[in-house]
């Protein structure tokens, strides 16, 4: 089931760079975009344990090249979110590899994957609200609010923790 998510979360990542690539004509950059992609999909073959670190800076560093040349926004937050679940989903999995025998191994994944479904959502609202909202804010007012949003995550993570360690 992880597998099966991870490769349709890399399939939805390479889309949506592409898509945004290629529908403002960069076709060039699409093309890498697919090789680079085939590439790690050979490493992950391989299982080279470091291979997800490097697609998710090439993703990234995709992603940030796409904002620097003006693409359209939605295909690239979808593709950072998409690319950061495949990332997560990568290094669980290898996690589990790792320690060799798990109890409750399918309560463990449905966890995880409930966790990682609410920070998609998470991630994807606030992003898009990010996106279709403009606010002019001064920089003292960004770093407080800056400073607000991690301490407001910091403590939702504690609470989810807490939640979860309950049951």
Not at 76 to 100: E, Y
Request: hydrophobic letters at 60%; charged letters at 15%.
């Amino acid at each position: 089931m992880i597998q099966k998510l991870f490769l349709a979360s890399v399939g939805f990542t390479s889309l949506a760079l592409v898509l945004a690539f290629g529908l403002m004509g960069h076709w060039l950059i699409a093309l890498v975009i697919v090789l680079a992609e085939l590439l790690w999909w050979f490493g992950w073959r391989r299982k080279l344990a470091f291979i997800s670190y490097v697609y998710l800076f090439i993703n990234l560093g995709f992603c940030v090249l796409g904002t620097w040349i003006e693409l359209q926004h939605f295909w690239l937050l979808a593709a950072v979110i998409a690319t950061l679940t495949a990332w997560d989903l990568d290094r669980f999995d290898q996690w589990l590899n790792h320690i060799g025998r798990v109890d409750m191994k399918a309560e463990l994944n449905k966890r995880h994957l409930l966790r990682l479904l609410l920070v998609d959502s998470l991630g994807l609202v606030t992003g898009g609200a990010a996106l279709v909202v403009r606010v002019q804010l001064d920089f003292v007012w960004i770093l407080i609010l800056a400073l607000l949003t991690v301490i407001g995550l910091s403590q939702f993570y504690n609470l989810i923790k807490r939640e979860i360690e309950k049951r």
